[in-house]
């Protein structure tokens, strides 16, 4: 089993569409959790870290359940700019102090 | 420009050739770790430094690869007798220990 796993995609959706990405981990002693957006042959940037009670930045909103030991990213009213590869990132426990990719997930919003 | 910075950004070299990568991470930031990714995979951990200490480095990195942080402040990361299989995508983050990393642009490794 992989430490990270994410749904693979693609996600093709149309503009203003709400989506849903999951994430398990398998390391049940990590502490912290985050979500990262890639773009093409760019480097992953911090979209949000996601905390024990939820929390939610304008259209995004991140969930974790650590008895599930999952990870969700909830997008609402999407954008074309919002087209990217999501990585879903896991820290502490067994990882230590590295922080653990998923493979990502493809997202494409088309018009 | 007070972000992460990579160089170079693209590199090709011959196979067998040594090859070495320079990152500079934001000033602040205690922690540094270097990644590699190939298209289609998220980013693999290869090693990390707190300060000038490289703390942890994953058992998938050879003995061709090696890091240093000697001051605690920019980090090298070398590649000796490349193979066409490290041809990849390598990735320096930087952060003050457990909060979020910040990556710098990468640099493009193609080893032909």
């Known amino acids: 089993r992989k430490e990270v796993e994410q749904d693979p995609g693609p996600f093709n959706v149309p503009e203003g569409a709400t989506v849903a990405f999951n994430c398990t981990y398998s390391?049940?002693?990590?502490?912290?959790f985050f979500w990262y957006r890639q773009d093409c042959r760019k480097e992953p940037k911090l979209l949000m870290s996601?905390?024990?009670s939820g929390n939610e930045d304008g259209r995004f909103t991140a969930q974790l359940n650590r008895a599930s030991q999952y990870i969700s990213l909830l997008i609402r009213d999407s954008k074309l700019s919002d087209s990217a590869t999501y990585l879903c990132?896991?820290?502490?426990?067994?990882?230590?102090?590295?922080?653990?990719f998923g493979a990502g997930t493809i997202l494409r919003v088309k018009s | 420009d007070t972000g992460v910075s990579q160089n170079p950004r693209h590199k090709i070299t011959k196979r067998g050739q040594n090859v070495t990568f320079r990152c500079d991470p934001i000033?602040?930031?205690?922690?540094l770790y270097w990644y590699r990714q190939t298209l289609g995979q998220g980013p693999e951990f290869l090693t990390y430094?707190?300060?000038?200490?490289?703390?942890?480095k994953s058992r998938l990195l050879s003995d061709r690869f090696s890091a240093e942080r000697p001051k605690g402040s920019f980090s090298t990361l070398e590649i000796q007798r490349t193979e066409q299989g490290d041809s990849a995508m390598y990735l320096c983050?930087?952060?003050?220990?457990?909060?979020?990393?910040?990556f710098g642009q990468g640099t493009r490794l193609t080893v032909v």
């Open positions: 996601v905390y024990s």
């Open positions: 983050a930087s952060s003050l220990s457990n909060t979020e990393a910040f």
């Open positions: 000033s602040e930031h205690n922690r």
């Open positions: 390391n049940s002693a990590s502490q912290s």
């Open positions: 430094f707190q300060n000038e200490a490289q703390l942890e």
């Open positions: 990132v896991v820290n502490g426990g067994e990882y230590g102090n590295k922080l653990v």
